[in-house]
T-cell receptor, first 115, second 112 residues
Framework: DTGVSQDPRHKITKRGQNVTFRCDPI?????LYWYRQTLGQGPEFLTY????????KSRLLSDRFSAERPKGSFSTLEIQRTEQGDSAMYLC?????????????FGPGTRLTVL | SQQGEEDPQALSIQEGENATMNCSYK?????LQWYRQNSGRGLVHLIL?????REKHSGRLRVTLDTSKKSSSLLITASRAADTASYFC????????????FGKGTSLLVTP
């Protein structure tokens, strides 16, 4: 396993469309995090999972955002009715209890452009 | 919301010089970490310092932590052009599942 992967790397969509991003964590990592990064800013935490359980989702930006991790492996982040303000880089990270959950390994990100 | 603030926002130095970046944060932490991000790409973990530690070294990196001042610094010695990147500090807390709170970052440019 070479690391965290994300798909697609780039997504261009029209306002009002729904988009879904996928994240495949490092296989033995049971924690998975989603972040959003806008231009010139640091990443902003959105939500995280431990195995299949979503333990924090209050930081999701609106009810248009949702995330799943149905089998405790890969995760998806969906944005419904996209808005231009949703344009950003969406980053996924994973971690392991063996690391004390402290060090997170990030994927390359999915860059979303909403026209 | 952003937890930390890095200073300076941008730094330009020549190869061989040292680069120092500072980070301040607002609330109590378990750990403070530094990450590097090359243009438009994912983040790479550099170093972690625990709240009960004051200084840590890793290769050409030196990190200090002052919990009384809620601040940290990252020193990169003998910089190289390949060190050109954005550097972020991030704090975590076990109460929030170790989710990371990032600052806005310092953009470092190392010229040959």
């Amino acid at each position: 396993d070479t690391g965290v992967s994300q798909d697609p790397r780039h997504k261009i969509t029209k306002r009002g469309q729904n988009v879904t991003f996928r994240c495949d964590p490092i296989s033995e990592h049971n924690r998975l995090y989603w972040y959003r990064q806008t231009l010139g800013q640091g990443p902003e935490f959105l939500t995280y999972f431990q195995n299949e359980a979503q333990l924090e989702k209050s930081r999701l930006l609106s009810d248009r955002f949702s995330a799943e991790r149905p089998k405790g492996s890969f995760s998806t982040l969906e944005i419904q009715r996209t808005e231009q303000g949703d344009s950003a880089m969406y980053l996924c990270a994973s971690s392991s209890p063996g690391l004390g959950y402290n060090e997170q390994f990030f994927g390359p990100g999915t860059r979303l452009t909403v026209l | 919301s952003q937890q930390g603030e890095e200073d300076p926002q941008a730094l330009s130095i020549q190869e061989g010089e040292n680069a120092t970046m500072n980070c301040s944060y607002k609330t109590s932490i378990n750990n403070l970490q530094w990450y590097r991000q090359n243009s438009g790409r994912g983040l790479v973990h550099l170093i972690l310092i625990r709240s009960n530690e004051r200084e840590k070294h890793s290769g050409r990196l030196r990190v200090t932590l002052d919990t009384s001042k809620k601040s940290s610094s990252l020193l990169i010695t003998a910089s190289r052009a390949a060190d050109t990147a954005s550097y972020f500090c991030a704090t975590d807390n076990s109460n929030s599942g170790y989710a990371l709170n990032f600052g806005k970052g310092t953009s470092l440019l190392v010229t040959p």
